[in-house]
């Protein structure tokens, strides 16, 4: 059932054959467009060339763009984007700075997570916003460092709602149970707590094959349990502390931040580190911009 | 499964597009049914206008006017008046002091709370009263202060019970059932409990996708399994105090809304705030009927 | 699933349209048999008046008489009368005195309680013997102090055989297993042990909802277990006691009112309340069939 | 599911239907049989007159005797006969042995146990001999003192075996589990200890309902559990004890019975309560066949 | 679903009509075929009979001869020989003393036991050698001495590859399985462990009956479990002991029946016993094949 | 369902009948192919000589040679050869030094364990490198001593990962759940834990048979849980140990194993052990292709 997904050069060769359909305008490089793929099948890669054909049209575009790509990319990816969305001031602001810890905590903590390619809080999907990575390369490996990094990526958003609202809100949940998956699987799978060395604690698998369910449970003891409890929550505490003192640290800057999300709505993740590294978003646009410089 | 449902803009479009079958008087304003209806799909305001064309037509209206409509969203939302039911005075008390109660928790707890749009003793679907929160927007993000004023509102019938009656009925059943809903959620799932952090406990999900069943269960330790136990119930324990603390210092005014609620069956969030502040229903209801002032 | 069931009124309503295809004698009261059948759906109400004719019809009755309505009602709602079978006069007397126990326990709490309609040692159905209750009205709201008598009634039974017979059988085994679930209800559902706070325990909720089945289970820790186990078994206790202490105040008015069971098979709650006030049985149905008096 | 059988004078109105097909010797009581036969459907007492009419006509009888009748009904609630099985001799000693503990225990407890009908060592269906009591009625109260009673009786055999071998066998395997079935009922069902109350404790429940299918599971505490244990294993071992003492105070009366099934394959319930009391089997007999005495 | 097996006389009446055919040769004794065959069904007799008749045409025999008849009840009964199977000499080695570990302790608790037929390391089925016993007639009850006897036979295999290689190899899992299955059935049905009583402590059963799926679980305690796990590994290890010991005195004696098996592959029951009395394979055979003494 | 597979003497055979439709070149040895397919079934074996006969002629060979057999078994047995993968040089070496462990861990226990056949850092299937081990023969017995040598081997791999790298990965995934099996069927059912002794504790077993599905499962107490639990965690801890242990010692040389890899891709089994005691790879390459030497 999981199938051999293709590899970069695969997306890349997918991507070449269905684009022979439409006409790509110059600059646009699917071999950009293969590397932010990756876990796509050779049916989302069609579907991203078909869906930038339509955008491409409806922006009266007479070529497909290199953003037409994109923003299919996206679409494909994260889910169709949601203008339309009346939204509150507060959440639009609870929003960007939820999005604006995410990246600061992701941005802060290179090279051990992936860089950041962009933050938005225009609604997309089911989120209110994003902080979407763009992994450079396949990953085969996934070592601890970069796992437990992620763990901190995490929880920038709710770490930075806690420090500038003092209020949290449920929109961290989805951001909690997918911290809760990775630090089980680093305890109980992947071997990864000294304390509970390299075993496999997985309760329980289910296989249905041949319309035959073969179900195998190994009981733990109570005492193993509280272990891994207590593993998982050392865990997740460690990678929340993390945050919250990356963000603490960076209060000023992580507010720029947000305020540049809340006037442009959609940052870079280059804005992101500059803006880290003390510049002003509107120093950086207009720079952008100038002619020569 | 869980679709996409129109935010409050798609809500207005839908209600105007079935709102053409039928002549709205004026005054009728759909924004507000609209702004009063979070949640529901197209099929459920595409009921709302055809019932109202019909309480219109059972009241003898030539068109379709505003108090035919919020009816019509009451019924769909709420379900069917009972007006036929016969309640002894005793049960109909208990059911004022029980409404009142969840009024005045709420209101008391302005803005944290949404407000309330009316307070009813007229038996409608399955309950034997109502208080009736209208949204004033969609809310896309839940903090935490807003749930924990919302159990306090939820335990506001069943203290308001216990306060004037030194007995408790088994009519908060679904109060109950719903604020520890709400209490769990806080605690395993939204990483509101700071004692137990931003973990997820969820025990367990069951899909059912394409025929197969997958369950995967985390087997919590006895122990975490008592810290959760124990944050549920200290945070119901303090919202039921909370809920005591505000009926008993506004016991007389809490007492005059109930004797309200006997008189006139149903008295409006507005009413509800202003007798808080000291005034009477008669004053405000003669004031308000009065022509010029 | 859970039918809108008709209410006093509808229940009325529905026994005159079908009292239409048969000729009532004069006495004949719908209204009584009305409130005395709550719970009860259209199809039974139906069946209670073609019941009526049957039996009317058995007993040579030119029209449908009070008693036969009544008869129809008690067939439908408790099952068919059993005379023809052989009980020993040992396990007769054993039935008269566990009726008398409920009765009399029940009898003693009014107004706490449901008036008792007549209490019999004539199997039907299932049981030896019965004590019926026949509410006054529907009850839309049960108070704790409600269901603390009732679960002494329903120790009164069992009560009254330790009491008289130093020896306990499994007859009760229904009672139990029903005031085991009321108190259950009262600890886990409507919040009603001071103990546990009003908080949801219920452990498991199954529905089978267009061939799909979800099940949420809440682990509840041991501790919490535990306080809900001790104070189920706290109220049930009390209650057992009440019933005892009940019974052993009015040790010779039950003992008279078993024997006035064994002698006439059927006593009225109305004769039940008047022995309890000293009264013999004999001189009530004297007085009762004298012209006069 | 749980068809409402007939009771006794059901059961003979029954076979007094069916035996109109067949010619019954003098003497052959319809009414004994029916009596003995608590529990039988109608479908079960036609097969007792089919098979007796087999019976008879194999023995050459003209008319159905009582005799036959009898061995059709132990055939039709016990199992067909099995003579030619070749058993060892201390195999045929031990299961003599053994019912005779069962019928000494029984004989013994009288009155709170049903009369022995007969003992036998002849196997039939799955048991090896068979200790059979005949009801002398239908029971429709069980006391606690009848229950106590049994559970003894039911490890007469394994006390036998016990006293008399210094070993003990697989063979009281059924026995045990009646016995915990019923111990555990009385604990967890019919409120019999007064250590655990009139409260019940019934695990799970399971009802197939028109496909549905329904689970109630109460989870009891750890605590709550220890006691039932303990409850179930106190009575347990008190019967047991009990079953011994019974045993070794009649030692020499009981190893007199077992030489009598040893020597005769079957001993009357009447034979063994006068071998009880100090007769002698060959003495009886004599005077059984004597013909004035 | 548990057939009636037919008992060593219907075994008998079954081959002999099977045997009609076949010619047997002078010596076949199907009485001892009848014998050696408890647990088997017509269906296996009549396959036994087929068996002999092609593996006499495969030796060229004119008439089916008691080896024909010896060789077709093993193969039916334990599998078909491979002799082909390429055995490294360690491995042959191991199994050697494995088996001859279970033919020394079964022989030496004789009478306990049940007697050796023969022990062989040719493979056959599954199994790399095997130690089969010839019941010498029908069981109908299993004394606690037998069956305490028959877990130190279970491992014997084991004791033996620990005494003699001081390693241990996965080839007693078979026979771990079976003594723990047997010790388990000993503590919880059949009431043998004096600590925990003649108490059934199955924990669940499941029975298929049209259609309908009957689950009963008895929760045990905590503590309950405890003292069953506990009762188990002290007859468990009991039993172990009991093996080492009777190897570690006979420790020459089994050094030579297991030199015997790697010399002829199979050894008779008769040649164990007289082995572990001090005769020499060699002379036994000698003897034997003399042809007067 | 369990089918029997063919030993090593049936491949043999298997082979040589389905190589009669190809040409073999002289060299190649079916015996060898044999030997190293132990598992496959004829169904593995027919494929494995007609893949070899497709790669033969994609390489162009006018008859299949030994190379062409052996690379068919690797892609039949371990997937298809994925060099296309672009792996990052990081990532590259980490696998080098994985399988370098695995490979140094293995050989330094020989003669416990299987000799290592060859190490490749060659994506195959799902894998990034492997170590294949080539069994010299069929194993039908499976020593403690074996398996406590090959948990060492399974943590070759993350035990070089930290050691030289000082982080670990997700990659041992696989290792740790396969070394956490063989540790759990040890301790629960092969009885090689001194400490538990030789019990069956495997907690369920699920037989579909006839579409009966029987689960049996026997409820350990928590202590023997927490004791089986403690035993595993000592055996996969003294095994990782173990590993650590022995590539520290061999640091130097291993490093020299996983440069060999990182230049060229495959090492043979023979070259790891030449390596262990001293030569360097490009010598015995160049002593390997020498022409006398």
Same mark, same amino acid.
């Given at each position: %059932?999981?199938?051999?997904?293709?590899?970069?050069?695969?997306?890349?060769?997918?991507?070449? %054959?269905?684009?022979?359909?439409?006409?790509?305008?110059?600059?646009?490089? /699917?071999?950009?467009?293969?590397?932010?793929?990756?876990?796509?099948?050779?049916?989302?890669?069609?579907?991203?060339? =078909?869906?930038?054909?339509?955008?491409?049209?409806?922006?009266?575009?007479?070529?497909?763009?290199?953003?037409?790509?994109?923003?299919? $990319?996206?679409?494909?990816?994260?889910?169709?984007? #949601? $203008?339309?969305? %009346?939204?509150?001031?507060?959440?639009?602001?609870?929003?960007?700075?939820?999005?604006?810890?995410?990246?600061?905590?992701?941005?802060?903590? $290179?090279?051990?997570?992936?860089?950041?390619?962009?933050?938005?809080?225009?609604?997309?999907?089911?989120? +209110?916003?994003?902080?979407?990575? /763009?992994?450079?390369?396949?990953?085969?490996? %996934?070592?601890?460092?970069? +796992?437990?990094?992620? +763990?901190?990526?995490?929880?920038?958003?709710?770490?930075?709602?806690?420090?500038?609202?003092?209020?949290?809100?449920?929109?961290?949940?989805?951001?909690?149970?997918?911290?809760?998956?990775?630090?089980?699987?680093?305890?109980?799978?992947?071997?990864?707590?000294?304390?509970?060395?390299?075993?496999?604690?997985?309760?329980?698998?289910?296989? /249905?094959? /041949?319309?035959?369910?073969?179900?195998?449970?190994?009981?733990?003891?109570?005492?193993?349990? $509280?272990?891994?409890?207590?593993?998982?929550?050392?865990?997740?505490?460690?990678?929340?502390?993390?945050?919250?003192? +990356?963000?603490?640290? =960076?209060?000023?800057?992580?507010?720029?931040?947000?305020?540049?999300?809340?006037?442009?709505?959609?940052?870079?993740?280059?804005?992101?580190?500059?803006?880290? #590294?003390?510049?002003?978003?509107?120093?950086?646009?207009? =720079?952008?911009?100038?002619?020569?410089?």
């Amino acid at each position: %059932v999981s199938l051999d997904l293709p590899d970069v050069k695969g997306r890349e060769a997918i991507l070449k %054959v269905h684009a022979k359909k439409i006409r790509l305008k110059e600059g646009a490089n /699917l071999s950009t467009i293969a590397r932010g793929t990756p876990g796509c099948s050779g049916a989302d890669l069609e579907a991203i060339i =078909n869906e930038a054909a339509i955008i491409a049209t409806m922006r009266s575009h007479e070529e497909v763009a290199m953003e037409d790509l994109e923003e299919a $990319r996206d679409k494909t990816m994260f889910g169709r984007q #949601k $203008r339309s969305r %009346v939204m509150e001031d507060q959440e639009r602001k609870i929003t960007a700075y939820h999005e604006a810890g995410h990246a600061v905590v992701a941005e802060l903590q $290179r090279p051990a997570t992936e860089p950041v390619h962009k933050v938005t809080i225009i609604p997309r999907g089911m989120s +209110l916003g994003s902080t979407m990575s /763009l992994p450079e390369r396949d990953r085969y490996i %996934v070592p601890r460092s970069y +796992l437990t990094a992620l +763990l901190a990526v995490l929880f920038g958003g709710r770490a930075s709602e806690e420090i500038f609202f003092k209020d949290i809100s449920h929109g961290a949940r989805d951001d909690i149970r997918k911290a809760t998956e990775i630090a089980r699987a680093m305890v109980t799978e992947y071997g990864m707590s000294d304390k509970m060395g390299p075993i496999a604690f997985s309760d329980s698998q289910e296989h /249905l094959f /041949l319309g035959r369910e073969i179900t195998r449970t190994s009981h733990h003891s109570e005492e193993t349990a $509280r272990q891994i409890d207590s593993e998982i929550r050392r865990m997740i505490s460690t990678a929340y502390e993390k945050a919250k003192d +990356l963000i603490t640290k =960076n209060r000023e800057k992580l507010k720029k931040i947000a305020e540049a999300l809340l006037k442009y709505e959609t940052v870079t993740g280059e804005e992101v580190a500059r803006m880290l #590294k003390g510049e002003e978003i509107d120093a950086i646009r207009a =720079n952008a911009s100038a002619p020569t410089a």
